[in-house]
């Protein structure tokens, strides 16, 4: 289809979500290249939101997907056993804090179910405890009940009345949550660095006193690495920078490598909460799902990737860092491996800066506090991050010119 025609017949059937979108329709990819139905390249420094740690047409990816299609099995039910489902399990407990493993299909269907699962907790123990802490400028899916945790009022407000028991506290401010909690309170959710509102981190301390006050009060830990987490910040798990762990762990995103799976980590203690019935689903974890998640931690761990996710992720850092020295218009760059985000001064938008980028040819995003924000696969190169440091520099220093 022509894109002039995709783009009038996409205004039409589908429901208005996206608002305009930019006129741009990607048709194939190799490496960390995207190529367009017009046939122009672009290097992708967004990765789908977080989703394509590997990049495109990452060739053990592909190839093992495409033997579990030949099998003639995408699906099969829960109801029987699932090899890949299992493998997939193993490799997550192997690697991280978490004894076990249940998939869902996305980042706010696991969320949900690590809620359910914190309830599910104390409801066992005969306890009243069944509200969720979590913060201001947070981004834990669009759920009903996960849109109650996200606590922006932009999501929030045309969905009133929320789902009950979740508690909005101010970010960063361990005395504020210490406040908002109470008898009541079964759960902290947060993200250790808030992506969506604009690759946000919180610092160590921090973070290790939510801990510590997880484990005064009693209640658990939930960490949301929906974003954060397959290497993304050069750990498999960004919790493994702050020498924590959390009771329950949520994954999505970069999980699948770009088939929908989303996954829910805890410990054994917390995990036993659930019997058989409590919790479901019909897609969640089946054969393309975790055939291709285990694809992508075979990846990380058998051919390098996560390694080069760190390497990659400190190089672009410092590139940043440097770019942000130099130029007025940059307000700070933050974030951690392959998880950036360069704030501006309100001189020159986020939006107008990724727009302009696409159209020499990167693709970029953008978040909360005008923030650009970068999340690029871990096959990319540093000749890649150079080329878009290079085109980065000259755009911003061309606007500055033109601003004094
Ligand atoms: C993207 C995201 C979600 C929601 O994931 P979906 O798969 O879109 O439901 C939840 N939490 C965080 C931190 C995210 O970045």
Redesign the pocket.
């Known amino acids: 289809m022509d894109l002039n025609a995709l783009m009038e017949l996409d205004r039409k059937v589908y429901m208005n979500t996206f608002g305009q979108r930019l006129p741009v329709a990607f048709v194939a990819g190799e490496g960390a290249t995207l190529t367009d139905s017009e046939g122009n390249r672009y290097i992708d420094l967004f990765g789908g ?2 989703v394509n740690i590997l990049g495109y047409g990452y060739p053990s990816y592909t190839r093992k997907l495409i033997a579990q299609i030949e099998t003639g099995i995408l699906h099969t039910s829960n109801l029987y056993y699932v090899e890949p489902q299992t493998r997939l399990a193993r490799m997550l407990t192997e690697r991280t804090f978490a004894d076990r493993v249940f998939f869902a299909n ?4 696991a ?1 949900e179910g690590a809620v359910k699962l914190a309830r599910k907790y104390f409801f066992n123990k005969g306890s009243k405890r069944y509200k969720v802490l979590s913060l201001h400028d947070s ?4 759920t009903l009940a ?1 849109v109650a945790a996200t606590a922006q009022a932009k999501y929030q407000k045309p969905y009133s009345p929320l789902p009950a028991g979740f508690v909005n506290v101010e970010a960063g401010d361990i005395e504020a949550l210490r406040q908002a909690a109470d008898e009541e309170t079964c759960a902290v959710m947060l ?1 250790l660095i808030q ?2 509102s604009g690759v946000l981190p919180f610092p160590a301390e921090y973070v290790n006193q939510v801990r510590a006050l997880c484990d005064e009060l009693g209640i658990l830990m939930i960490v ?5 987490g397959m290497g993304r910040t050069g750990k498999l798990f960004a919790y493994e920078h702050y020498g924590i762990k959390p009771d329950v762990l ?1 994954a ?2 970069a999980l699948g490598g770009g088939v ?1 799976i ?1 996954a829910i980590l805890a410990t054994e203690k917390a995990a036993s909460a659930f019997s058989p019935g409590d919790h479901g689903s019909t897609f969640g974890g089946n054969h393309l799902a975790t055939a291709a998640g285990c694809a992508v931690m075979e990846a990380l761990y058998d051919e390098g990737l996560l390694q080069r996710a760190s390497e990659m992720g400190a190089y672009l850092q410092s590139r940043l860092r440097q770019l942000a020295a130099a130029h007025p218009l940059i307000k700070e760059a933050r974030g951690l491996g392959l998880m950036a985000g360069l704030e501006l001064s309100p001189a020159f938008t986020a939006k107008a800066l990724a727009e302009e980028l696409l159209r020499k040819g990167f693709v970029t995003g953008t978040a909360g506090h005008n923030t650009l924000r970068l999340l690029p696969p871990a096959v990319i190169t540093a000749a890649e991050i150079d080329r878009f440091i290079d085109s980065l520099d000259a755009i911003l220093t061309q606007k500055e010119s033109s601003l004094t």
Do not use: W, Y
């Open positions: 939101i977080a996305s980042g706010a269907e969320n981004f834990h899916g669009r996960m993200e992506g969506e949301d690495e929906v974003q954060t949520t999505a995103k929908p989303g």
